[in-house]
């Protein structure tokens, strides 16, 4: 990634687990089984000769579009992009995916952390740690660890917290 | 957050014997109650009773006003002695109390709520006095509480109404206490320490109040309040006022000139009742402010939490060369009102307050020509959308003026977008950073080096073809985060890494 020079900042080291893509997969398809089912909805109740004609036939085909880039490429796309890593004094994280961010906690100035199990994440044996500092934009969630790895990282960051902490604000 | 070396709930440090004198008031730790006057305050403003008045529309409605004067009384009275009796019941069932080491306050008619702020966690004090507090010689204490993720609302406490002398002893003895180890700060090195004048309204700069937005929403919002109440009125009451002739432009010119002239008028006198005498003291460790004319608004704030400033210019305040200042307190509610340094001022007066808060980090680095690109783009995307759909609506409807509007909009999108473009810029300096944007209103702030407590970049797919990078400074003041934004993208790691203090920052730079 360093030859690429339009990167503000280095990226983090450690990439997610396999069993992230198939979450967003699962995702995916959730969400175009729910606008799918809207559109349905919307084409078979709403009269043929209803308000804009043309949507009978847009509506439909925004949501294979929507299905094909969620299912079929965004989950593979994120999981290139998505890193994290823990480093002697800082956490660090790359999300998203057409814009990037990426947020950097010094350890000194954490808070609180959390570990949170959504029901997709415990399918997939995976969970979240979230970093919060005392700033309401200073939050750094790392998405989709193995849930074994995320309880390791949060005690370790806590323990760590603790020794380094100073006024935190 | 909190000292490690210090227990939460702090002993009170010896020879702070006062308070327990005033005015025979239980003995430390014991209740309070506020006076009984403020019954008379609450019953006259309707405190209480106000949140019964969605209730009254429809009752009113059923009734209707049509029987005439006898209704209106009766309904008048009848509220009145609901608010009475609201306000007596709201004061019998309150209670707090500043013990050794918290603030207790209890309220609630059937259901008790019991507030209690340690004593270091107070951030600030304020001591107001509307207008007919003072009537009665009553003053409302707000106690500012650090609270990172709870609504706004619930990081004060609130005690209304008591004596002016009570509010003043509240003041010092929470403010005292919580100033850290060293000698017991006793009441006179409290009451009496150096004071140093930072900044003092000058009655001459109510002049730039019409130019800045906040003091024209006020007299605006009067009039439309005005018109919907004249508007509900039944037809009878209303006087019968001759319809002007709008089809007489000289009539409408006059009108005009009037309206800004009123308008100009009443934004001056806003100004001057929010902010007269405005004075800001330095008094040992906090920074003191005073203002207002009908409501003396006292507001402290604690020096160590200042973490820097910002100093915002509308677009009208540029014309004139107006600024304000705002400070940027960790952990403080409300940080918009409470943080208020200097309300309305000249720039330059503006910068010099800045400059005693915060070091100054240098002039302002510009942003890179790509920038200007992406701003100008920005601005001309929805006049280019709206010319576009204007020119469909032309061709298939013949509404020109749809195209007219379209053109009009890509026009002022090139003023818009330059502006917004000379707007950025920042800057790390050896003890502090800044950075600005906006355009409407534009903000600069200026912050410790310390006062960052994480980063975060982001890059969105155009930006990344030009090379750009926005960058957010996560602060625990003010709103959050302070963006630089559309920085050159290979600046980015230098300047995080400058504007941090310690090496951690260094974790972002390119290997």
């Excluded at chain 2, 020879?15 to 309070?32: I, K, L, N, S, W």
């Excluded at chain 2, 942003?367 to 469909?392: I, K, M, Q, T």
């Excluded at chain 2, 502090?432 to 410790?448: D, M």
Aim: charged share 20%; glycine share 10%.
């Amino acid at each position: 990634m360093t030859a690429d020079s339009a990167a503000p900042v280095r990226d983090p080291a450690w990439s997610l687990s396999r069993s992230a893509i198939g979450l967003w997969v699962t995702e995916g398809v959730l969400g175009a089984l729910f606008y799918g089912a809207l559109v349905g909805a919307f084409v078979l109740f709403v009269p043929v000769g209803g308000p804009v004609p043309v949507l009978r036939w847009v509506l439909p085909s925004l949501v294979a579009v929507y299905a094909v880039v969620a299912i079929g490429i965004r989950p593979w796309y994120r999981h290139r992009v998505h890193r994290w890593e823990v480093t002697e004094e800082a956490v660090y994280t790359l999300t998203g995916w057409l814009t990037r961010t990426w947020t950097l906690v010094p350890i000194s100035r954490i808070q609180t952390v959390d570990v949170t199990r959504g029901v997709l994440q415990q399918l997939f044996g995976l969970a979240t740690v979230a970093v919060l500092t005392a700033s309401s934009q200073g939050t750094v969630r790392v998405w989709h660890l193995e849930a074994d790895v995320a309880q390791r990282v949060a005690d370790d960051l806590a323990r760590r917290t603790e020794l380094v902490r100073d006024e935190a604000t | 957050m909190t000292d490690p070396d210090r227990p939460p709930w702090p002993r009170r440090p010896d020879g702070d014997g006062h308070g327990a004198a005033v005015d025979g008031a239980p003995a430390e730790g014991g209740t309070r109650r506020t006076s009984p006057r403020i019954v008379l305050v609450h019953t006259a403003t309707f405190r209480q009773a106000r949140q019964l008045v969605p209730a009254l529309i429809p009752l009113v409605a059923v009734i209707g006003l049509d029987d005439g004067l006898t209704a209106v009384v009766l309904l008048a009275a009848a509220i009145t002695a609901l608010s009475l009796g609201a306000a007596a019941l709201g004061w019998w069932r309150f209670g707090y109390a500043d013990g050794p080491g918290a603030v207790v306050v209890t309220r609630g008619l059937l259901a008790r709520s019991v507030r209690t702020v340690p004593n270091d966690r107070v951030r600030g004090v304020e001591v107001e006095t509307p207008l007919l507090h003072r009537v009665f010689g009553l003053v409302r204490v707000r106690v500012d509480a650090a609270a990172g993720s709870v609504g706004a609302d619930q990081e004060e406490l609130v005690i209304d109404g008591v004596l002016r002398a009570e509010g003043d002893r509240l003041r010092t003895r929470l403010l005292a206490r919580r100033v850290p180890a060293g000698p017991a700060p006793t009441e006179d090195a409290a009451a009496e320490p150096a004071e140093e004048v930072f900044a003092r309204f000058d009655n001459r700069w109510l002049l730039y109040a019409p130019l800045v937005g906040s003091y024209l929403v006020v007299p605006l919002a009067a009039v439309g309040t005005l018109f919907r109440f004249v508007d509900e009125l039944p037809d009878g009451l209303v006087p019968d006022v001759a319809e002007p002739d709008l089809s007489d432009l000289r009539v409408l010119g006059v009108a005009a000139v009037v309206a800004v002239v009123l308008l100009a008028l009443a934004a001056v006198v806003g100004a001057a009742v929010v902010n007269w005498r405005f004075r800001l003291v330095r008094r040992g460790g906090s920074l003191v402010s005073v203002r207002g004319l009908l409501t003396r608004r006292h507001t402290e704030l604690e020096v160590d939490r200042i973490r820097g400033g910002t100093l915002s210019e509308g677009l009208g305040m540029r014309w004139v060369r107006a600024a304000r200042v705002n400070a940027l307190v960790t952990g403080l509610g409300q940080a918009n009102r409470r943080g208020q340094l200097l309300p309305l001022g000249p720039r330059a007066e503006a910068e010099v307050l800045l400059r005693r808060l915060v070091d100054d980090p240098g002039p302002l680095v510009r942003h890179p020509p790509a920038a200007r690109r992406r701003r100008l783009v920005r601005a001309l995307a929805s006049g280019l959308v709206a010319a576009a759909l204007g020119g469909l609506a032309t061709a298939t409807l013949g509404w020109w003026w749809a195209l007219a509007v379209g053109g009009a909009l890509t026009v002022l999108g090139v003023p818009l977008g330059l502006g917004r473009y000379r707007a950025l810029g920042h800057r790390a300096g050896p003890r502090s950073f800044t950075v600005r944007s906006g355009w409407l209103v534009r903000e600069q702030a200026v912050l410790q080096r310390r006062a960052v407590v994480g980063w975060q970049v982001r890059q969105s797919l155009f930006q990344r073809r030009a090379r750009l990078a926005t960058v957010v400074a996560c602060v625990g003041a003010g709103s959050g985060g302070y963006a630089a934004v559309d920085m050159a993208a290979g600046d980015v790691a230098g300047f995080t890494a400058a504007a941090s203090s310690g090496s951690w920052a260094g974790t972002l730079a390119l290997r």
